[in-house]
């Protein structure tokens, strides 16, 4: 016979100011199979956990139903609690008193009443749970890092320092992402790719990583410790092992007036091109859609001139698999927001250009060697003009959200501009300097005090070109809201950072979460905000919502280093909450039909047929059985399995019944 | 009578039982006549155990889990989704009032959702009455 | 063609007074092609600024009342060519359908039931779904000049109401200039305000407005101004000598409905379009 | 202290109850203002405006009801359009203009313009349309404005362009009021 114990919780006034815990505890007192009852005013405190401990030995508990927070909250705080005092784990449920209760209803008998149902229903349940072990399942040490850019380099580095096997995939021919292409960063205005371009060339020559860039990953199987990652190698159209990177092909190819990515358009590329000339790995990819003999069977000019028979035009895709531990997502941000705003002229005027295109312009690498010159006639700007939030903080034409990076990019494009030509007017439009960092303030401060950089407190409402000057028509409300007309050389847009559109569909490969703007979605805003929902699967860089380089770093280091925790166990311990078939004595075996219904609806393959063979070794039946280290404990074949023979630890059909009928016999 | 409703949800671990926790923590008020019952998936919820509440009293039933391709689980919902689909029909041939039964998507997210949804089943129903009928039909005692 | 399933037309006070060659052109194109011109039966002001401006119960009851006598008659589809009455119809429109209220004010005020149109077009959308396809195969005489198509504020607008997706940078009237054989020049004032219903109470800020308008266009190349708009038309051309004075500079760019405009690539004689009641002279 | 007073019967919820439009939503990034046509002209730029509704303080509402800038609006609905937060700035002009004649608060600068459309009204509402030479007749009679513009009348009269007589609509419109009470 159970002896359950029933501990209410009034997490200060949290609950109890809503619900009279007291009269809970009181109620639940005759509850079938409740042996003890009480209240407590923080009972995840210390003095709280030694009261269950205590109750647990006065009245050999054998059941303990917690009425408190969220059991996704201290679920786990209490089952080891039981488990020190000598009560299995799984003996534990809690009811969720404050998050599905006290918090969401006004005060009065009616939530009282609810919250008795509430512990009602888990007491039914507990009374049917079972004694669980923590299942063990080896762990593959290899991490599998998506996306190259500062994300995906420091923690490849981090993971692949300690000792332990990386595979880092990156979309683009060249890792580096969008730090590469940045000029100086703030707020210290360090050269960007002297900082990085170290660090690239070591993730190349790490003897613990495997570089595969033009890549993409097809998809992932299995779970925490045993994934299987299918990663699709583009084809580049060179053999790189033959290819030294000569760049004898990229000079010779004819077709030169592709807009080159990496200068963000304000410049040309050739077909067959690296991206920049710092790239890692420094070997060229052909581009098939711009390439002549791809796409009208004529030229084959790099292969004539290639030293080495390094092309291949014939080179079909790959699919490569590797058996994966764990993942970590830092395939970064995009910036987008141009065409939110037709009143802006971007495309139409030359001179309007965005953030990511004026770091081109400053920086030594690109395409004006680090002279600031407008795009349309190459003349420098003597009066330039920014504006912040084009795109982000708009819900009407925009994002809702504020992109975070771009008040501190806006100052710093601010400085550079002055910094380099000292006779010209730089403005900023802004609503906000959001500059809540280290040394960060202190930054755009510099900027107004030092390079007299003239903020204007307004958004600006037109640009327009008149007598090849842009007319930015904005207003000064601090001023009143006094309108502004600046004639502007040139202005730069502040654009939105947004998440890859291709975030959705990666996120369904990986069974992670994703929020309404397709930032992947850490599993708790404060407490893990490396990891995902899903086991095993982790987070680094502007991925999960706009971030900056200092930030991007700490949360690859943060990711890392949960991989090496899970690295530096051989196995792993996982919940038991599986399903498993029943199994009975000869001649019955299990009440298992042997349909396998459960087998074709189950999302992780955990289901396998057993044949029963008598003592001649002749099979006599064939049953399912599930292997508990695939087994997610979904209960999909639980819902399936007509006869009943399939069920699920922790959620078994006797108590999830016994719950929902505790709660409706309640008169 | 009419305010003494019982409706029962059977929400999934991942989405929309964390999606009320966060109706909680943004202290979204909603109505008290629903309780939620905690599933891995909705994949997991057996339509037999709904048949269930309604003979054992219940008079509405929320099944409320992730949104399509957010599952957990990849596909426990999409099987829960067609399996209802299904199941559907069979009790609408019984007769059984399928106004009842209100099937949502509500992500981890939707804490606003959840409060929405919760309101507009209650109002339906309040409006429908206890379900009386079905507890006479099943030759069940209404309690 | 069955009633309902043609447009009957909203002249309104403008186009039947002071820009009565609006309306004069738009029935000799439509003449010209075989379209019947249906008025609505026994119409009455829209109310234009003054009853939205001052009285709330006019500024309904105004607009709902043609609405009603439009839907009478058993019409679906109603023709608004002034950009004002439009904006405003529009805006009542959109009110009745999606507020119980407004329509039951609009039906207590007006001691009748209220009905609705289920469209509203503008001039730009009529032309281009109606007219422009009859004038295929049809030998037109080219209007070879430089355009500035100028929509004005009230004709793209109001926001989420209007049904045009660019309002910032809309095309109808520049397509159908183009197919006319002009050359529409790219400029920045296509739909800034000229100062609409201050024709008459703050010609000051109508010169300042308009000669904006003006100067853009006249530094463009423009040869002509094409609109759609009776406000528009006589704040630019009526206002010519205020807003020269303004400005301290000449203009000669006519001022064209974007109808008439039609009407002599369709070689329509110039009386029968009402050019000769333009202020500023169009040298055809 | 009443200013940014939150009551249940505040002037930001009078106005969305009456218009439908929050003006608590409006952030004040001064886009409207930039773009407004006629804001160099305007005591009160319309996000300015917005800013005295928004404190909910009796004096500062009154400050805005009595402002110019509120005649001065022409209703084009360029602050509309580029507003990030979709404030319909003109809805909100429509209904401080009305209580400011309710109120009897009408700023003097807005003299004219306000004789402008209640002559046209007043045209409207005899005739159902508009009688332009009558129009003219009455605003210049109530703004005073006697000489301007009869330069261009005879011209409009030779082009055709005005009516010597009114047109009427035949059914007689006539307002049923007290019809605010409607819900
Ligand atoms: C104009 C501008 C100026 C900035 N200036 C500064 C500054 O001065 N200081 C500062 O601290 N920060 C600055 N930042 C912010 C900085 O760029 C980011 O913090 C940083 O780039 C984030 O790094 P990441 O690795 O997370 O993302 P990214 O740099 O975006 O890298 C992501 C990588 O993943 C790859 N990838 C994407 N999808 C996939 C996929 N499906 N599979 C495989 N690979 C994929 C991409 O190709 C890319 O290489 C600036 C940003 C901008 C836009
Ligand atoms: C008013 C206020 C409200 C806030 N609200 C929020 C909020 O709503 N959300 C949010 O995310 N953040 C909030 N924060 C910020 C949050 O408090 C901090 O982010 C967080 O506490 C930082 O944690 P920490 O461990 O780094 O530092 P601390 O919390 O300061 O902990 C440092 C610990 O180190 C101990 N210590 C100090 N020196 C020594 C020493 N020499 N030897 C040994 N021990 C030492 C201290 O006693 C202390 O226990 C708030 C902060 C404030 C001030
Ligand atoms: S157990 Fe939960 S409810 Fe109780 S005090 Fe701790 S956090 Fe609060
Ligand atoms: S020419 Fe050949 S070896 Fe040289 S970079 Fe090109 S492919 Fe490589
Ligand atoms: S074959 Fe293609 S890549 Fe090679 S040189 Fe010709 S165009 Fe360039
Ligand atoms: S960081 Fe600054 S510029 Fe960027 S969206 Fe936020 S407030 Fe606007
Ligand atoms: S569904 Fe049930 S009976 Fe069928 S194979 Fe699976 S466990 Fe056996
Ligand atoms: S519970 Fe069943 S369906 Fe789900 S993963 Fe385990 S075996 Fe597969
Ligand atoms: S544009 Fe909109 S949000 Fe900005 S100040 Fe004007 S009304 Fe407010
Ligand atoms: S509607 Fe009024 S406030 Fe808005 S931009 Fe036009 S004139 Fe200015």
């Given at each position: 016979m159970a002896r359950i114990g029933v501990f209410i919780c009034h997490c200060g006034e949290n609950i109890g100011g809503t619900v009279d815990c007291n009269k809970v505890a009181k109620s639940a007192e005759s509850f079938d199979g409740v042996v003890f009852s009480t209240d407590y005013k923080y009972m995840c405190s210390d003095p709280g956990q030694t009261l269950i401990k205590q109750a647990i030995a006065e009245h050999k508990l054998t059941g303990v139903v917690v009425g408190a927070c969220s059991p996704r909250m201290h679920e786990p705080t209490f089952r080891k609690t039981c488990s020190e005092a000598g009560v299995n784990g799984y003996m534990c449920e809690m009811a969720n008193l404050r998050e599905h209760c006290s918090w969401v209803h006004e005060k009065g008998e009616a939530t009282t009443n609810k919250a008795t149902d509430l512990v009602r229903m888990l007491v039914g349940k507990v009374k049917n749970n079972k004694p669980l072990s923590p299942i063990k399942v080896p762990v593959s040490k290899t991490a599998l890092v998506i996306g190259g850019g500062i994300a995906g380099i420091q923690t490849s580095l981090d993971i692949a320092n300690a000792g332990h096997k990386v595979v880092l995939i990156e979309k683009q021919p060249s890792i580096g992402g969008h730090m590469s292409q940045l000029s100086e960063t703030f707020p210290t205005l360090d050269c960007s790719q002297c900082i990085l371009t170290p660090r690239m060339v070591e993730v190349a020559q790490h003897p613990n990583i495997e570089l595969i860039t033009y890549a993409e990953l097809e998809s992932l199987d299995g779970f925490i410790g045993n994934f299987k990652a299918r990663i699709r190698k583009k084809a580049k159209s060179i053999d790189e092992k033959l290819c030294t990177g000569c760049g004898m092909c990229t000079t010779k190819c004819p077709t030169k007036k592709i807009p080159g990515e990496f200068n963000e358009k304000l410049g040309n590329r050739t077909a067959i091109y690296v991206p920049f000339p710092q790239a890692v790995p420094n070997k060229p990819v052909i581009d098939k859609n711009n390439c002549t003999y791809y796409q009208k069977g004529k030229c084959r000019i790099c292969e004539k001139f290639c030293p080495t028979q390094a092309i291949r035009f014939d080179q079909p895709d790959e699919i490569v698999e590797r058996s994966i531990g764990a993942v970590v997502v830092?395939?970064?941000?995009?910036?987008?927001?141009?065409?939110?705003?037709?009143?802006?002229?971007?495309?139409k005027y030359a001179d309007v250009i965005t953030g990511l295109q004026f770091e081109r312009l400053a920086s030594a690498s690109g395409p004006t060697l680090g002279e600031i010159r407008r795009p349309s006639d190459g003349k420098i700007p003597e009066k330039i003009v920014f504006l912040a939030c084009a795109g982000s903080r708009d819900p009407a034409k925009g994002i809702k959200y504020c992109s975070k990076i771009c008040c501190m990019y806006t100052a710093k494009h601010a400085m550079l501009y002055k910094h380099k030509v000292h006779h010209g007017d730089a403005y900023v439009f802004y609503m906000d300097i959001r500059a809540a960092g280290k040394m960060y303030d202190e930054f755009t401060r510099r900027a107004i005090e030092e390079d007299e950089v003239k903020y204007i407190r307004g958004r600006v409402s037109r640009i327009y070109e008149k007598n090849g000057k842009l007319i930015v028509k904005g207003a000064d409300t601090l001023l009143g809201a006094m309108p502004v007309e600046v004639e502007a050389d040139m202005v730069v847009l502040a654009t939105a950072s947004v998440a890859h559109n291709d975030a959705a569909d990666l996120a369904q490969k990986l069974h992670v979460s994703y929020d309404e703007n397709n930032f992947f979605v850490e599993a708790h805003p404060k407490l893990k905000p490396v990891e995902t929902n899903t086991a095993g699967i982790f987070l680094a860089g502007a991925c999960q919502s706009p971030r900056d380089i200092p930030e991007t770093v700490a949360m690859a280091s943060g990711a890392a280093s949960k991989i090496l925790g899970l690295f530096s166990q051989n196995e792993l311990t996982?919940?038991?909450?599986?399903?498993?078939?029943n199994r009975a004595a000869p001649p019955l075996f299990s009440t298992c039909a042997g349909c396998f219904m459960c087998q074709s609806v189950c999302p992780y393959q955990a289901i396998e047929k057993e044949e029963i063979k008598n003592r001649a070794g002749e099979t006599i039946k064939t049953v399912a059985k599930v292997n508990p280290g695939l087994c997610q404990g979904c209960g999909t074949c639980?819902?399936?399995?007509?006869?009943?023979?399939?069920?699920?630890?922790?959620?078994?059909?006797e108590q999830m019944v016994e719950e929902v009928f505790a709660l409706l016999n309640n008169d | 009578m009419e305010n003494n409703i019982k409706v029962v949800a059977f929400v999934c671990n991942w989405c929309t039982y964390a999606g009320a926790d966060?109706?909680?923590?943004?202290?979204?008020?909603?109505?008290?006549?629903?309780?939620?019952?905690?599933?891995?998936?909705?994949?997991?919820?057996?339509?037999?155990?709904?048949?269930k509440a309604f003979a054992e009293g219940a008079d509405g039933i929320i099944v409320s889990g992730c949104h399509p391709n957010d599952c957990h689980y990849t596909s426990g919902n999409f099987h829960a989704r067609r399996r209802w689909i299904v199941f559907k029909s069979v009790l609408e041939t019984f007769g059984i009032?399928?106004?009842?039964?209100?099937?949502?998507?509500?992500?981890?997210?939707?804490?606003?959702?959840?409060?929405?949804?919760?309101?507009?089943?209650?109002?339906?129903?309040?409006?429908?009455?206890?379900?009386?009928?079905?507890?006479?039909l099943a030759g069940v005692e209404a309690p | 063609m069955s009633k309902n399933m043609s447009v009957a037309v909203y002249p309104g006070c403008s186009l039947n007074g002071s820009s009565r060659e609006y309306m004069e052109s738009l029935r000799a194109v439509l003449n010209a092609l075989e379209i019947p011109v249906n008025e609505v039966d026994d119409w009455n002001c829209c109310g234009a600024s003054a009853a939205h401006n001052i009285d709330q119960d006019m500024a309904v009851a105004l607009p709902s009342r043609i609405l009603a006598q439009t839907a009478k008659d058993g019409y679906s589809n109603l023709l608004v060519p002034c950009a004002a009455c439009y904006n405003r119809l529009k805006h009542v429109q959109q009110e009745i359908k999606t507020s119980p209220e407004i329509?039951?004010?609009?039906?207590?005020?007006?001691?009748?039931?209220?009905?609705?149109?289920?469209?509203?077009?503008?001039?730009?959308?009529?032309?281009?779904?109606?007219?422009?396809?009859?004038?295929?195969?049809?030998?037109?005489?080219?209007?070879?000049?430089?355009?500035?198509?100028?929509?004005?504020?009230?004709l793209v607008r109001p926001k989420g109401i209007s049904d045009e997706k660019q309002i910032e940078d809309p095309q109808g009237m520049d397509q159908i200039m183009a197919s006319l054989g002009a050359e529409p020049v790219s400029w920045a004032f296509k739909t800034e305000c000229c100062g609409a219903g201050f024709s008459v109470s703050n010609t000051t800020t109508v010169a300042r407005l308009s000669s904006e308008i003006l100067i853009d266009a006249a530094d463009r190349g423009a040869e002509a101004i094409i609109v759609a708009c009776p406000m528009c038309h006589s704040n630019l051309d009526m206002r010519r000598r205020e807003i020269e004075k303004y400005s301290g500079r000449k203009f000669d760019i006519p001022v064209l409905y974007i109808t008439q405009a039609i009407g002599l690539a369709l070689g329509i004689p110039a009386k029968k379009l009402g050019l000769q009641r333009h202020f500023v002279p169009v040298k055809i | 202290m009443s200013h940014h007073s939150e009551t249940s019967n505040s002037f930001t919820k009078k106005l969305a109850a009456s218009t439908g439009v929050e003006i608590n939503r409006c952030y004040q990034c001064g886009?409207?203002?930039?773009?407004?046509?006629?804001?160099?002209?305007?005591?009160?730029?319309?996000?300015?405006?917005?800013?005295?509704?928004?404190?909910?303080?009796?004096?500062?509402?009154?400050?805005?009801?009595?402002?110019?800038?509120?005649?001065?609006?022409?209703?084009?609905?360029?602050?509309?359009?580029r507003c990030p937060m979709e404030i319909e700035t003109a809805k909100v002009m429509d209904y401080l203009r009305e209580e400011a004649l309710r109120t009897n608060q009408v700023n003097p600068k807005a003299r004219k313009i306000v004789a402008f459309h209640k002559s046209f009204l007043s045209s409207v509402k005899n005739n159902g349309r508009l009688f332009e030479i009558g129009l003219v007749l009455k605003y210049k009679l109530a703004s005073g404005d006697l000489l301007k513009d009869m330069v261009l009348a005879p011209s409009m009269f030779l082009k055709g362009k005005l009516h010597l007589w009114p047109e009427r609509v035949k059914t007689k419109i006539k307002l049923h009021k007290g019809s605010n009470t409607v819900h």
């Open positions: 830092a395939t970064g941000f995009e910036v987008k927001g141009t065409d939110f705003f037709p009143e802006y002229g971007y495309g996982r919940e038991p909450v599986v399903a498993v078939v639980v819902a399936f399995c007509r006869s009943k023979s399939i069920d699920i630890q922790g959620f078994s059909n | 966060l109706t909680g923590t943004s202290r979204i008020k909603y109505s008290s006549d629903v309780k939620i019952v905690r599933f891995p998936c909705t994949g997991r919820i057996d339509f037999m155990l709904l048949m009032d399928t106004r009842r039964i209100q099937f949502s998507w509500v992500s981890a997210a939707e804490g606003a959702k959840w409060a929405e949804i919760v309101n507009t089943t209650v109002e339906r129903i309040k409006e429908l009455g206890p379900y009386t009928e079905y507890r006479e | 329509r039951q004010k609009a039906s207590v005020l007006l001691n009748q039931e209220i009905n609705t149109p289920d469209t509203i077009v503008n001039i730009l959308e009529y032309l281009q779904s109606t007219v422009m396809p009859r004038l295929e195969g049809k030998t037109l005489k080219p209007v070879s000049k430089k355009v500035a198509c100028y929509y004005g504020c009230l | 886009k409207c203002s930039a773009g407004c046509p006629m804001s160099v002209e305007m005591d009160m730029p319309p996000s300015l405006v917005i800013r005295h509704l928004q404190t909910n303080d009796e004096k500062l509402v009154q400050k805005a009801v009595q402002s110019h800038a509120i005649w001065l609006c022409l209703s084009c609905e360029t602050c509309l359009c």
